[in-house]
C-alpha cells in the first residue's frame, strides 16, 4: 500500500528519519513480493503468477528464464521500482507544503537521497536475482537491468520545482507590514554604523530579517532568479582592480536579487566582508570608510529599490494615511522630501527646512564636543554627521539616507546619554534635530 501524507506529518521534526522508516518498509515488501518470488517460483518450480497495472498477468511454470522472459524481468522490475518512488515522492511534494520554510531545502536533500538509495538497493537486488536466474540459480554474477522503455522518475527536478512553485505562491500572498519595513530601514543604518570587528555581525542582522516570514518570499524570489556564484566569481576575478565598483546586473530585478546574495555573503564572516568591501570601496587605509563606502553606494539604494519593488507588487499592507512632508530649502529652491513612515500619504509645508536640519545638528556637533567620546564611537558620530552634512549639499537630497544617518545617529546619542553624566542640553538639541529628520523628539 502507498505511504499515505499522514505518515509524512511529523516531517517537519524528523524529515529523514520518517521517510527512511516508510521506505524501508515498503522496500522490504516489494523485495520479497515483487523481486526475489522469481528465483523462489525457479528453485521450487512452481507457477509463477504476477499482476502489473501496466503490463497485465504475468505467468511462468518454473519460470524457464531465457530470452524474452528477461525481458519481461526488466520492465516488471523497473515498473515496480518507479512505482514505488513514485508514491513516496507524491507524499513527500504533498508534505513540503507543511515544512517550516527554514526546513524545506533540508527535507528536499535527505528526501532526495533517501529516494535514490531505496531505488539503488532495489535495483541491485533485481540484477542479483535476475543473474541467479540466468545461471539456472547458481550464477552469483549479476547481470545489470536493461531500460526496457521505464522511464526513472525524476526526482530531483520534481521537488526542486514543488519548492519554486511553494515560494511563488507563497510571494503571491505574501503582505509585508509598515513595522518590517521600519525594521528593514533600522537594520540598513545599523549596517552602516558598523566598526572594526562589527561588520559582519550588522550584515547578519539584515541578513536575518530577510529570511525572515514576511519578506523570505520577496527574498526567495529574488535570489532565485540570479546565479550569485557566478557575481561572487566575477567580483573576485583577478582582472578586478583595487576600488573598482562590484559589477552589478544592469537588469534592476536582477540587481535586488544579487544584493540580497551579497548581504548573506557579507553576514558569514568578518575577514570575508571586509576583504570585499576593501576591494571595491575602499578609500585610504581606513576599513570603515570602505564599509560605509560599499554600504552607501549598494545597500542604501538596494533598500530604496527593494522597497519601491515591493510596493510595486503590492505586497505591503494597506496602512491609514497620515501627514507629514519636509522642505529642504537650499539656494537652488525647495525640494520636496517625502517623511515618515513606510506607505505614508503627505502633502508638503515648510516647518522644517535644510537650514534647520544644520542648524540643529551644529548645536548637536557643539554639545557632543564637550563628551571625551571613544575612538570607535566618535567615529561612527562623524560618520553619521558627514553622512547628513553631505546630503544637505545637494540639489536632491536623498531622504532615505538622511532618516537612516539620523537613526544611526540617534542611536549612539541616546547610548551616550543613558551611560554618562549629560548636560540638559543634549537632551535639547537632539530632540530639536530629532524632529527636524522627522524622527519624533
Not at 520545482?161 to 500572498?173: D, G, T
Not at 560605509?292 to 515591493?310: A, E, T
Request: glycine fraction near 8%.
Amino acid at each position: 500500500m502507498p505511504p499515505s501524507l499522514g505518515n509524512y506529518t511529523l516531517v517537519m521534526h524528523a524529515p529523514t528519519n520518517r521517510l527512511k522508516r516508510d521506505l524501508d518498509m515498503d522496500v522490504a515488501i516489494v523485495d520479497r513480493q515483487n523481486i526475489t518470488c522469481w528465483l523462489m517460483a525457479f528453485s521450487a518450480g512452481t507457477l509463477l503468477e504476477l499482476e502489473h497495472p501496466r503490463l497485465g498477468s504475468i505467468r511462468y511454470l518454473g519460470v524457464g528464464f531465457q530470452g524474452s522472459p528477461a525481458l519481461v524481468f526488466d520492465q516488471y522490475v523497473g515498473h515496480v521500482i518507479e512505482d514505488l518512488v513514485e508514491r513516496h515522492l507524491v507524499a513527500l511534494e504533498a508534505a513540503l507544503a507543511i515544512v517550516p520554510r527554514g526546513e524545506r531545502a533540508q527535507v528536499v536533500e535527505d528526501g532526495c537521497e533517501e529516494l535514490q538509495k531505496a531505488r539503488m538497493k532495489l535495483s541491485t537486488r533485481a540484477a542479483d536475482i535476475k543473474g541467479r536466474l540466468l545461471g539456472n540459480g547458481f550464477n552469483p554474477v549479476p547481470v545489470p537491468l536493461h531500460g526496457a522503455g521505464v522511464a526513472p522518475v525524476p526526482i530531483v527536478q520534481r521537488l526542486a520545482a514543488e519548492l519554486k512553485a511553494l515560494q511563488h505562491m507563497e510571494f503571491q500572498n505574501m503582505k509585508v507590514s509598515s513595522a518590517t519595513l521600519d525594521r528593514l530601514a533600522d537594520a540598513v543604518a545599523a549596517m552602516r554604523a558598523a566598526t572594526d570587528g562589527a561588520f559582519a555581525h550588522r550584515a547578519r542582522r539584515l541578513s536575518t530579517l530577510l529570511a525572515q516570514n514576511e519578506l523570505a518570499p520577496a527574498r526567495d524570489e529574488l535570489i532565485g532568479a540570479v546565479d550569485f556564484d557566478a557575481f561572487l566569481a566575477k567580483a573576485q576575478s583577478d582582472d578586478v582592480e583595487l576600488g573598482e565598483a562590484l559589477p552589478l546586473p544592469d537588469d534592476p530585478i536582477k540587481e535586488l536579487g544579487v544584493v540580497i546574495g551579497l548581504i548573506d555573503y557579507l553576514a558569514k564572516d568578518e575577514g570575508q566582508a571586509l576583504d570585499l568591501a576593501f576591494c571595491h570601496y575602499g578609500v585610504g587605509s581606513i576599513n570603515v570608510d570602505a564599509w560605509r563606502n560599499l554600504v552607501d553606494q549598494v545597500i542604501i539604494p538596494w533598500h530604496r529599490d527593494f522597497v519601491g519593488y515591493l510596493q510595486t507588487q503590492g505586497k505591503v499592507e494597506a496602512k491609514s494615511a497620515t501627514t507629514n512632508y519636509l522642505d529642504l530649502r537650499h539656494a537652488t529652491g525647495i525640494i520636496a522630501i517625502q517623511q515618515g513612515t513606510t506607505n505614508s500619504s503627505q502633502t508638503v509645508n515648510g516647518d522644517h527646512t535644510g537650514s534647520d536640519i544644520g542648524t540643529a545638528l551644529e548645536a548637536l556637533v557643539g554639545v557632543l564636543a564637550e563628551f571625551n567620546l571613544p575612538e570607535p564611537v566618535r567615529g561612527d558620530v562623524e560618520g553619521d554627521i558627514d553622512t547628513i552634512q553631505a546630503q544637505l549639499k545637494k540639489r536632491s537630497p536623498s531622504h532615505s539616507i538622511l532618516v537612516e544617518a539620523g537613526k544611526s545617529l540617534r542611536a549612539i546619542v541616546e547610548n551616550v546619554a543613558a551611560t554618562a553624566v549629560t548636560p540638559p542640553a543634549l537632551a535639547a538639541t537632539a530632540a530639536i534635530l530629532w524632529q527636524s529628520l522627522g524622527l519624533g523628539s
